[in-house]
């Protein structure tokens, strides 16, 4: 039961975490992803595929549904964003004396500590 419940909590913090992401860029636009995949050579098209990471697989996530799919592509998700974007702060601590990209990594890493577990019981269709 304990181990469900951890499961379920950790669904909930990486779906709703960056269900916010996706909502924002559905408020904003996707501008920002698309060039920075033309000015690193890959096809603009790619930029929609941001809605795919950041509003249908962390629903997927809080409703427990191909969990272990949805933790792929929200991995996948954060690997573009670390190469794209913040490849440069690889290695670079903040003013506060955490990593620059502490988020970045906890995202990654909770996406993948899912493909592991799975969904646990308390899903729609468990993995």
């Known amino acids: 039961m304990q181990t469900d419940m951890g499961k379920l909590l950790l669904r909930i913090m990486l779906g709703?975490?960056?269900l916010f992401h996706g909502i924002g860029k559905l408020?904003?636009?996707i501008d920002f992803v698309k060039g920075t995949l033309t000015a690193n050579?890959?096809?603009e098209m790619m930029a929609?595929?941001?809605?795919?990471g950041?509003?249908?697989?962390?629903?997927?996530l809080l409703i427990g549904f191909k969990s272990r799919i949805a933790g792929a592509i929200i991995a996948f998700n954060m690997i573009m964003a670390l190469f794209l974007v913040h490849s440069n702060e690889l290695l670079r601590i903040s003013d506060?004396?955490?990593l620059t990209i502490e988020l970045q990594l906890f995202y990654l890493f909770s996406s993948i500590a899912i493909i592991l577990l799975g969904s646990g019981k308390y899903a729609v269709k468990r993995d």
């Open 27 to 29: 408020s904003h636009g």
């Open 48 to 52: 929609y595929g941001v809605y795919v």
């Open 54 to 60: 950041e509003i249908i697989a962390p629903l997927m």
């Open 96 to 98: 506060t004396g955490g």
């Open 16 to 18: 709703g975490l960056m």
């Open 41 to 43: 050579g890959l096809p």
